[in-house]
């Protein structure tokens, strides 16, 4: 698993 | 967006229109930690700065970030202006020092990247996962809680649990994909609510006033 910031939740 | 998501932002909406709702019916702010509902305007404010930098997501999201800034200062003003005499600062006690010292620490140490936003960010995260403590230390200083508020308690945990099993379906859905800072003070965040979730469903929900035992 990548760390990714998910960028589309609030 | 899958359902889990959905739901919990619609039950973060449904919290703040049960708050709303408390405050107008009663003209009272008793019982709500005005400390717990100015670290949500600062969580929103720090979070949402991606309003102005042009990562547009959608149009949902964006009415979404505004209406949750928008609704914060809102019910800040009703607080601290409209119905002022009826906010007691003396039950209100939790010092936002212990909250904002660490968050603060933790975001300059734990980010995805050391820029403004990014820490930024990260503290709206740590900040959001603790920004229930105020309220919830006033529940157990006073040992009681109107059923209204205790409905907009249930609301606002049910929209933290849900992003749980979103996170879940968006691992296996998402090719491995994981937002570690998101996924541990979420986590953090549903554990708080544990307790009061306890009481609400074995009296609340059973017709019963919400008190603590003495």
């Given at each position: 698993a990548e760390p990714v910031r998910v960028k589309d939740e609030l | 967006m899958n359902l889990f998501r959905l739901v919990a932002d619609l039950s973060h909406l449904a919290s703040i229109f049960i708050l709303l709702h408390k405050i107008q019916t009663t003209r009272s702010c008793r019982g709500i930690s005005i400390k717990t509902q100015l670290l949500y305007v600062l969580v929103f404010v720090t979070r949402y700065l991606d309003l102005f930098t042009g990562d547009f997501v959608s149009i949902y999201n964006s009415v979404m970030k505004l209406f949750f800034i928008g609704s914060s200062c809102y019910i800040i003003y009703l607080m601290r202006i409209k119905y002022k005499p009826t906010n007691d600062p003396s039950i209100d006690t939790f010092r936002l020092e212990y909250i904002l010292g660490p968050t603060a620490v933790l975001a300059l140490i734990f980010?995805?990247?050391?820029t403004f936003l990014e820490v930024l960010w990260a503290f709206s995260i740590y900040l959001e996962a603790v920004a229930i403590l105020p309220q919830l230390f006033m529940l157990q200083r006073t040992g009681e809680a109107e059923t209204i508020t205790t409905h907009y308690l249930a609301a606002l945990g049910i929209y933290r649990g849900l992003y749980i099993p979103n996170w879940i379906y968006r691992y296996f859905t998402e090719g491995g994909a994981i937002d570690p800072i998101a996924v541990v003070a979420g986590i953090v965040q549903t554990a708080l609510y544990v307790d009061f979730f306890y009481v609400y469903f074995t009296k609340v929900l059973q017709g019963q006033k919400f008190e603590l035992p003495a």
């Amino acid at each position: 698993a990548e760390p990714v910031r998910v960028k589309d939740e609030l | 967006m899958n359902l889990f998501r959905l739901v919990a932002d619609l039950s973060h909406l449904a919290s703040i229109f049960i708050l709303l709702h408390k405050i107008q019916t009663t003209r009272s702010c008793r019982g709500i930690s005005i400390k717990t509902q100015l670290l949500y305007v600062l969580v929103f404010v720090t979070r949402y700065l991606d309003l102005f930098t042009g990562d547009f997501v959608s149009i949902y999201n964006s009415v979404m970030k505004l209406f949750f800034i928008g609704s914060s200062c809102y019910i800040i003003y009703l607080m601290r202006i409209k119905y002022k005499p009826t906010n007691d600062p003396s039950i209100d006690t939790f010092r936002l020092e212990y909250i904002l010292g660490p968050t603060a620490v933790l975001a300059l140490i734990f980010n995805y990247k050391f820029t403004f936003l990014e820490v930024l960010w990260a503290f709206s995260i740590y900040l959001e996962a603790v920004a229930i403590l105020p309220q919830l230390f006033m529940l157990q200083r006073t040992g009681e809680a109107e059923t209204i508020t205790t409905h907009y308690l249930a609301a606002l945990g049910i929209y933290r649990g849900l992003y749980i099993p979103n996170w879940i379906y968006r691992y296996f859905t998402e090719g491995g994909a994981i937002d570690p800072i998101a996924v541990v003070a979420g986590i953090v965040q549903t554990a708080l609510y544990v307790d009061f979730f306890y009481v609400y469903f074995t009296k609340v929900l059973q017709g019963q006033k919400f008190e603590l035992p003495a």
